[in-house]
């Protein structure tokens, strides 16, 4: 029998009434009923659809909860390309923006002034009133479809209100994640033993890319939508268009406001610097465009960026709090960090309790003393850092703080080279926190990349004494990890059991598996050698071939490659020179690992950017090291700063201002991901 007359009429009532119901929930924060009676209206349609597939409509509220798996997100061309905004910390600049625009048109005009969301750009196609399309922002030209995941989010509605719309038009936002989903999502991590997101933008990114569409609805994203494409709208202004978008549904976070004048834009900017603390998710800045649309074609566009449309970046926020003590952190190469523990103190969104210090010099050139009340400033994902004293709030029987003589961990005097900043311990294959930071350094991302094996893990491996060394990884076994755990304790106190479970020990059984499939050059870097980092592993592993050669190279030897100083050759020397080392090179050749160059990747691919220099800077549509090798596969040179040497700095999206402003002085060339990637095709 069944559960209704006419099942496909009520399919749609229930979409119509849920997907409303979202939207007031969601967008409008107003909600009509409760939880409870929403979801027994969506328990009701889920079990019709199940009964009647063939009466599901595109725009179901069912998609919502996810399900689909999407194996790779497949590469689209953006109609309309994303550009970037240029940025600024300055109202002086700010003033030129006015000028230049005051000198191009002839006419009044306003602005709109918005907050700048710190999240993920995504472009929306809607065609016929529902959600076709949903791409990431990739190089600007080309982006990830991410159209299954996007469905997720509660805020982006599948079906437009009315039907005043065009019948196909993009619009495009932020996703974001609030602070309190950012903060379950990591303290959920914790628990499973996962590396923990830096910030609530890196996590939101990484969601949007899970290939399980239920793991993304877990994630409670959430999107702010500020920006109708087209020329098909009957709107003249910015602001009637985010008014007109509102009217379709789409939330964009009421927060934008008309500004007659500069004077109107100061104020707002002012205004949000301070109220952004007491926001649930970050921005970093305001955005201001030119209100009337008309003008923007006047106005017209840069390379990268428009001219009708600048963004406004707010400078470091800056506490007062008071220095408790300084402690010391021995890093994986014996460098010694010191850390000032503070009183907490809430910066930047987040409660601040720790500042890095950096090294004896810093703490000389504060003068820093017990129980300082000290400046302390955080910027972007920069660790905070003391950048004063209030000196009227020192104690005049202080006593000054020296840095230690001795290894905080294994009491070895330290050493400090001539010309180094940075006190060592020279005990690199016996002290503990040495030979943990090795290990972890092994696993990392741009060396063997075993992501199933975090800090956490290692240093339960080590404390319960199956692993002493990088080789020890590959002898372990299931028995051997299933079932161990330990008792950690948080910040505040209270202890927790992190344990081994049966997928996390197949997950990390495979990922060591794999790790034997990894290229010579990051195996090299894996090793820590000190001084050797992604770029000097690949110039040794490409001059001596391999491991062995290396092994027994002189110093003029290892001098004649490019690059290559007396700082590192000594160092390369030294590594080899312990019989330590070589037995564990020795067990890890048994065991498989890549410790010579493939002959197929010692051949460039061509020699077009031969002679050439770049400077790879930003976000891009895929890892920047990937963007990296691309270069050195056509014979091009990478480097890490830009100098009047440089022939091109390659910006991807969010690249640092510095940087950019430095090629601007320098009139060094700035191209795009894509513009690279003409370089390299050759012409049919």
């Not at 063997?448 to 076994?477: C, H």
């Amino acid at each position: 029998m069944n559960l209704f007359e006419n099942p496909k009429l009520r399919i749609e009532q229930l979409s119509e009434s849920l997907n409303q119901h979202n939207y007031d929930y969601y967008v409008l924060d107003k909600p009509t009923i409760s939880d409870f009676e929403f979801d027994a209206l969506l328990q009701e349609l889920t079990l019709l659809e199940k009964a009647y597939p063939d009466c599901v409509l595109p725009n179901s509220p069912t998609q919502r909860v996810g399900g689909e798996i999407t194996k790779m997100f497949k590469s689209v061309e953006h109609r309309y390309p994303m550009l970037s905004l240029g940025n600024t910390y300055s109202f002086e600049d700010l003033k030129d923006f006015d000028e230049r625009i005051k000198k191009l048109v002839s006419r009044d005009f306003s602005y709109i002034c918005e907050l700048k969301y710190d999240g993920v750009a995504i472009g929306l196609r809607y065609e016929n009133g529902l959600l076709t399309q949903a791409v990431t922002r990739g190089d600007g030209i080309k982006g990830d479809d991410v159209t299954t995941n996007v469905k997720t989010i509660q805020t982006i509605p599948l079906k437009l209100n009315g039907n005043d719309f065009p019948a196909d038009f993009e619009i495009r936002g932020e996703i974001i994640m609030s602070h309190k989903s950012f903060e379950s999502l990591n303290k959920s991590r914790e628990e499973d033993g996962d590396d923990l997101f830096a910030n609530p933008r890196n996590a939101a990114s990484g969601s949007l890319k899970l290939q399980d569409s239920r793991e993304v609805a877990k994630r409670k994203l959430d999107c702010f939508l500020y920006f109708l494409l087209g020329n098909e709208w009957v709107e003249n202004t910015h602001e009637e268009r985010l008014n007109k978008a509102q009217d379709m549904g789409f939330n964009t976070g009421h927060f934008f406001q008309k500004c007659e004048n500069l004077n109107d834009v100061f104020d707002f900017i002012n205004k949000w610097d301070e109220q952004r603390k007491k926001l649930p998710f970050d921005i970093d800045g305001v955005v201001i465009k030119v209100n009337e649309i008309k003008l923007w074609e006047t106005l017209g566009y840069t390379a990268k960026s428009p001219r009708w449309a600048i963004s406004y970046k707010f400078k470091a926020e800056r506490v007062e709090t008071k220095l408790q003590s300084v402690s010391y952190q021995v890093g994986r190469t014996g460098s010694i960090t010191p850390v000032a523990n503070l009183a907490p103190v809430k910066l930047a969104g987040t409660t601040v309790k720790r500042a890095s210090l950096h090294n004896a010099d810093v703490m000389e050139k504060l003068d820093l003393c017990e129980f300082d009340t000290v400046f302390v400033e955080k910027g972007g994902e920069i660790i905070p850092k003391i950048v004063g004293i209030n000196q009227e709030k020192r104690d005049m029987f202080a006593q000054k703080i020296h840095f230690i003589t001795n290894c905080p961990q294994c009491q070895t005097p330290l050493i400090r080279t001539d010309g180094e900043a940075n006190h060592y311990c020279p005990n690199e294959d016996y002290c503990p926190p040495q030979i943990k930071g090795k290990i972890e350094h092994f696993i990392s991302r741009k060396a063997m990349n075993l992501d199933s094996l975090g800090e956490g893990k290692i240093e339960m491996l080590y404390d319960n004494g199956l692993i002493k060394n990088v080789a020890d990884l590959f002898d372990l076994n299931s028995d051997q990890l299933f079932g161990l755990e330990k008792i950690m304790i948080g910040e505040e106190g209270k202890s927790k059991i992190v344990s081994f479970r049966e997928k996390s020990v197949e997950n990390i059984l495979n990922a060591l598996e794999r790790a034997k499939t990894v290229p010579f050059e990051r195996v090299l870097y894996a090793l820590g050698i000190r001084f050797v980092g992604e770029t000097v592993a690949k110039k040794l592993a490409k001059h001596f071939k391999t491991i062995q050669n290396l092994s027994k190279a002189t110093l003029n030897e290892l001098l004649e490659v490019d690059e290559i100083g007396e700082k590192i050759a000594e160092s390369v020397l030294l590594y080899f020179s312990k019989s330590d080392h070589l037995e564990l090179i020795e067990r890890l050749a048994n065991k498989g690992l890549q410790l010579e160059v493939h002959e197929d990747l010692l051949t460039p691919k061509s020699t077009i950017l031969e002679g050439k220099t770049f400077v790879v800077s930003g976000v891009f549509s895929k890892p920047r090291d990937e963007i990296k090798a691309l270069v050195e596969q056509h014979s091009g040179k990478n480097t890490s700063s830009i100098s009047a040497q440089t022939s091109y700095l390659l910006a991807g999206d969010k690249m640092g201002p510095e940087k950019l402003k430095k090629a601007e002085r320098l009139k060094i060339p700035i191209i795009s991901e894509t513009e690279l990637l003409a370089m390299i095709t050759p012409s049919v």
